[in-house]
């Protein structure tokens, strides 16, 4: 079992920077896939970036603004989200996927942009 344990969420102006950070309680492998989901109130949740190695994959919404990264000696994976807007106000989860098929999820952080 693994836990997952998202932070650095919060409430920031249209424009600021915000850093999630996703600790695992168990080992990382460069091979698992790690995700970030968010999901505004009312809205279904999405997928906004995921790493698997050190390939990346970003939604539309947010390519060039947001970078997943991850530190696999740390088991945290990293969301460094820059010019945010208002839209990208949401609970924002981090998903870790074995290459088992395991599937984990954290609890969320809000993040809360301001106009």
């Known amino acids: 079992q693994v836990r997952l344990v998202e932070s650095g969420g919060g409430l920031v102006q249209a424009g600021g920077s915000l850093r999630l950070s996703c600790v695992a309680s168990g080992t990382i492998f460069s091979i698992d896939t790690m995700y970030w989901y968010r999901q505004a109130t009312g809205k279904q949740r999405e997928l906004v970036a995921q790493i698997s190695g050190t390939s990346t994959y970003y939604a539309d919404s947010v390519k060039g603004r947001f970078t997943i990264s991850r530190d696999n000696a740390k088991n945290t994976v990293y969301l460094q989200m820059n010019s945010l807007k208002p839209e990208d106000t949401a609970v924002y989860s981090c998903?870790?996927?074995?290459?088992?098929?395991?599937?984990?999820w954290g609890q969320g952080t809000q993040v809360t942009v301001s106009s």
């Open positions: 998903n870790l996927v074995r290459a088992s098929g395991y599937n984990y």
